[in-house]
């Protein structure tokens, strides 16, 4: 999925230097188009179709892209939303490089009748069913017919071919895929979501899951609990009760933090084990799934808050993971709260986390109570694995917008140039660069803002001391809450952090 723009460029406002002054004189251009047989002509337009971050446009040596306005046009005058396509960036090749051999060849170009104009008109209806503004389209020919606008096409037809012969120009023939790796369809086809695919811990079996609700409540809660724990520890079988089991997930309607805890890893599970649990989540009226990000907690125990928050984000990662490549994702009614996802991941990374903690105190369902510098939690290595690997999720999930990405990949940046000492684990590392990367990929405004923060000298640094340092039990703390095919094993470890730095290096360098 792709916004499509159109970018207008008036060739007007820069022909007074290509006419000699024997044909114009001194005159403004503008003001000489404004009297050829009495017209009204507000410029002379070129157009190019944007997309997928490279500028499509017909000319002279037929369709070529480049970088956003890095032609000699420079910025346009305006840049028109057009509406948004379905297609792959592959797609749109194979697409325009069938035009550039039937209705758009090369030496094809007319000033009048096969322009870029056309071009763009033909290209965004294809992408969007819409036209572009009749007004370019208009361009009356009668104009263009004069002495003065014969002079006028022979000025834009030089004009054409030295847009179109900039050695930063791609002929759309060129292939593709040698020329930009680091492209969100090779990321998402190369890297795997984290899944947290380990069992449940002994407090949760059947049994002891029961009893974390009062024996006097009156409520099917802890028989369903009950029962979803039983259903999950046989192997290679569908969950068939949990369905029925998730109204666990109204987190507001539980009365401890052990329940929600408890309830979060039950869920957890379920996901991976069974993704039709999922498709069941996302289309419930209830939208408890889509709640679970953003809902009030019961009242939190200081010392309970990072670890019902990381429970709440293995729920939430094992969701985007699985989710990310669903066609459905991209219905509006379906879509995660990604920004509420966002703030649980920055929390674990100790993001504003008084402030965080004070305002879940005060929002509880229960009296409120004043938050004291020595109750804060303690933040450990753990809880920030978890966040960073809510982060790496977060940033393949195909509705990510601009803003959100601005949010979580600066404090990302952050994180790493300032050397966050417990950023320590090389799991830990390889998640944070390796998400910083594909948020680069995906977003230009995150590999500018990574090149403002000089994160290449940390990458050099991060590469160096790799060459030199040894790997010993690297997830003994950690290990059991990631899934193992997701971390990587300690002889291949090094290498992997060089590559991720080295491709993240190389990233920065193309922007």
């Known amino acids: 999925m792709s916004d499509v723009f159109l970018y207008i460029y008036d060739l007007s406002g820069g022909l007074a230097s290509i006419f000699s002054p024997g044909l114009l004189g001194t005159s403004n251009v503008h003001f000489l188009i404004s009297l050829i047989k009495g017209k009204q002509v507000d410029g002379i337009w070129h157009t190019a179709t944007v997309l997928y971050n490279k500028e499509f446009f017909f000319g002279q040596s037929g369709i070529q892209y480049c970088q956003p306005c890095t032609t000699s046009l420079g910025n346009p005058l305006k840049k028109q939303f057009m509406g948004q396509t379905s297609l792959s960036e592959k797609e749109i090749f194979d697409y325009l490089e069938q035009l550039s051999s039937t209705l758009f060849k090369p030496g094809d170009y007319s000033l009048f009748e096969h322009n870029c104009n056309t071009f763009s008109e033909h290209l ?7 036209h572009i503004p009749s007004y ?8 263009l017919s004069t002495s003065f606008g014969a002079s006028l096409g022979s000025a834009l037809n030089v004009l054409s ?6 050695t930063h120009l791609k002929s759309i023939k060129e292939p593709t895929s ?11 086809k190369s890297f795997r979501p984290i899944f947290f695919d380990e069992p449940l811990s002994s407090e949760l079996l059947p049994h002891r ?6 024996a006097n409540e009156n409520s099917s809660l802890p028989t369903l609990a009950s029962q979803l724990s039983q259903a999950l520890r046989h192997e290679n079988t569908e969950v068939i009760c949990a369905q029925e089991c998730s109204s666990l997930l109204a987190l507001n309607e539980l009365i401890t933090g052990d329940q ?7 869920f957890r599970l379920a996901i991976w084990k069974d993704p039709n649990i999922l498709m069941n989540l996302f289309t419930d009226p209830r939208r408890l799934l889509h709640k679970l990000s953003s809902v009030k907690l019961p009242y939190v125990k200081p010392f309970e808050f990072y670890d019902i928050e990381a429970s709440r984000a293995k729920v939430l990662c094992n969701c985007l993971g699985l989710s990310s490549s669903w066609p459905i994702m991209h219905d509006p009614d379906m879509k995660l709260d990604i920004n509420s996802i966002i703030q649980i991941s920055l929390t674990l990374l100790n993001h504003d986390v008084e402030n965080h903690l004070s305002k879940e105190m005060i929002e509880s369902t229960s009296p409120s109570a004043v938050l004291l510098p020595s109750c804060v939690p303690q933040l450990l290595p753990e809880h920030k694995l978890v966040g960073l690997a809510l982060a790496h999720n977060v940033s393949l ?17 952050h ?8 950023i320590k684990y090389p799991i830990d590392t390889i998640y944070l660069i390796r998400t910083i990367y594909f948020l680069a990929v995906r977003f230009s405004t995150i590999a500018d803002l990574a090149k403002c923060y000089d994160i290449e000298t940390f990458l050099h640094d991060i590469i160096n001391e790799n060459n030199c340092t040894r790997n010993d039990n690297l997830l003994q703390s950690s290990s059991s809450s990631v899934d193992s095919s997701s971390v990587l094993n300690d002889k291949t470890n090094n290498n992997t952090i060089r590559i991720t730095c080295l491709n993240l290096q190389r990233k920065l360098h193309m922007v």
Do not use: M, Q
């Open 260 to 266: 929600c805890r408890a309830a979060c890893e039950l």
């Open 209 to 214: 899951v029961y009893l974390l609700w009062p």
């Open 136 to 143: 370019i389209l208009n361009l009356p020919n009668e104009v």
């Open 161 to 166: 071919v030295g847009i179109n012969s900039k």
């Open 178 to 188: 040698n020329t930009n790796e680091h492209t969100y369809a090779n990321i998402i």
């Open 397 to 413: 999930y195909p509705t990510l917008n601009e803003n959100e990405a601005l949010e979580l990949g600066s404090f990302l940046l």
């Open 415 to 422: 994180l790493t140039v300032t050397h966050d000492k417990s």
């Open 124 to 130: 965004i209806f294809h992408l969007t069913a819409k």
